[in-house]
């Protein structure tokens, strides 16, 4: 399913973390790991960490180099423990999870981890559309390299779910147009039901405009809510009669 998103690890130097990665990775139904330069691959504690991942560490891309990991990528992103003093764009997971989701459809992207003890080098980074942060202690900010790789493979996989969800409503999404009618008519019933007072309106439409694009409602959805109203409507004129 995600063929294009590849997990890169940087000259690695305890195969268990490899196999860790490996495991954090297929939790969360990532596939494509590639590892530049491991210190000692494959190996022994790698299958004993990957419990049942190790068909990812079978087909492994094993390459001399960063820039070939990332080859072909057309986003990529370098895992960063520390706040560097670089000035490059920056991400948090979250948001780095959307873009990566949004565009491994097209091409490959990559997000890269570094060295256990040194991180990614300046030049290394630089290979890299972008950093990732996860924020977490500021006083003790580097997570083991497969625990940051679970907390990037869980938000791609959170992010990837969205799209799925909102592929699957059963109805599209109400158009811009829809919604405005419903305001008017939402407007129209709370001042029929004196709910609100047309002279002290305070910020009550405001408020629930809000709330209700929060919720990006589909068509049959702003159906139902002006059925609503219109049942509303339909029984306050009845009581003036
Ligand atoms: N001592 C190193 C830390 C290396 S941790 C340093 O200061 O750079 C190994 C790798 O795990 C890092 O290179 C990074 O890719 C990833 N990592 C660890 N903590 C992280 C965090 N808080 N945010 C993003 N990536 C992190």
Redesign the pocket.
């Known amino acids: 399913m995600y063929e294009n998103i590849r997990i890169v690890l ?1 000259s690695t130097s305890h195969p268990g973390n490899i196999g860790a990665t490996a495991r954090a990775m297929k939790n969360m139904g990532l596939s494509e790991l590639y590892l530049v330069n491991p210190h000692v691959f494959p190996h022994a504690d790698a299958s004993a960490r990957a419990s049942g991942a190790d068909d990812l560490l079978a087909k492994a891309t094993v390459c001399a180099s960063l820039e070939e990991a990332v080859a072909g990528c057309s986003l990529v992103f ?5 706040l560097r003093s670089l000035p490059w764009p920056l991400a948090e997971p979250r948001e780095a999870a959307v873009q990566i989701i949004n565009a491994h459809q097209q091409a490959p992207v990559a997000v ?9 080098t300046n030049d290394e980074l630089l290979c890299c559309n972008a950093l ?5 202690n500021e006083t003790f ?5 497969a ?2 790789v679970q ?2 493979s869980y938000e791609i996989h959170m992010a990837g779910r969205q799209g799925i969800t909102e592929v699957a409503t059963d109805s599209p999404l109400a158009t811009a147009d829809e919604i405005e009618r419903f305001f008017q008519h939402l407007e129209e019933t709370l001042v029929e039901i004196e709910f609100l007072d047309p002279d002290k309106p305070r910020q009550l439409m405001r408020r629930l405009r809000r709330l209700y694009n929060r919720a990006r409602l589909e068509e049959t959805e702003v159906n139902i809510l002006r059925g609503i109203l219109t049942a509303a409507q339909k029984q306050a004129r009845n009581r003036l009669q």
């Not at 370098?78 to 520390?82: D, E, F, I, N, Y």
């Not at 990732?132 to 977490?136: L, S």
């Open positions: 940087v370098g895992a960063s423990a520390r890269v981890f570094g060295r256990e003890h040194s991180g990614l990732v942060h996860i924020p977490c900010s580097s997570l083991n390299v625990a940051a907390v990037l």
